[in-house]
């Protein structure tokens, strides 16, 4: 049997710890990873200015009109448009095909009465369908849909057949 003798443990000396600066009350270090700079927070105007453009979208999609929002925020009509741009660019991928259902079937709700009261003969309700028709098909996309396919067809199956 091998017997061991115990190993004798050293005293190391604890390292001096170096003289770190008083930081800013209002900086969280939990927000920051090791090298970088804590520097004052400026919160309050970002978030400000982030809850004015999470109204003025959520107005928007409520079908307030951008002059209305930008008079109800104190803003330029454009610069509404502009946040409203930006938000809709920030939509996740996933997102968007249930905004378009959701757009869709708002369009459906309201194309069902002007379709009856169009079929009727009523001259304002046509000019609204299709209008609700034209909305739909630039949202699905059917408008930028390449034209001439039964043409390409019709040649190819003519220089199959014909050999041509």
Known sequence: MITTAPIAHL???????????????DVDLTEYALGDTPRRR??????????????????????????????????????????????????????????????????????APQMRLALAGDGYAVDRVLRIMERRARLLGLDDAKTGGFEQVGALLDRLVLGE
């Open 42 to 111: 400026r919160t309050s105007k970002r978030i400000e200015r982030a809850t004015r453009r999470a109204e003025a979208f959520a107005l928007r999609r409520n079908g307030v009109s951008t002059a209305t929002i930008a008079q109800h925020l104190g803003v330029h009509p454009r610069t509404v448009s502009t946040w409203i741009r930006e938000a809709i660019q920030a939509i996740p991928e996933e997102d968007v095909a249930a905004i378009r259902a959701m757009e869709l079937e708002r369009l459906d709700a309201i194309l």
């Open 11 to 25: 005293e190391v000396p604890a390292l001096p710890t170096p003289d770190v600066p008083a930081l800013p009350q």
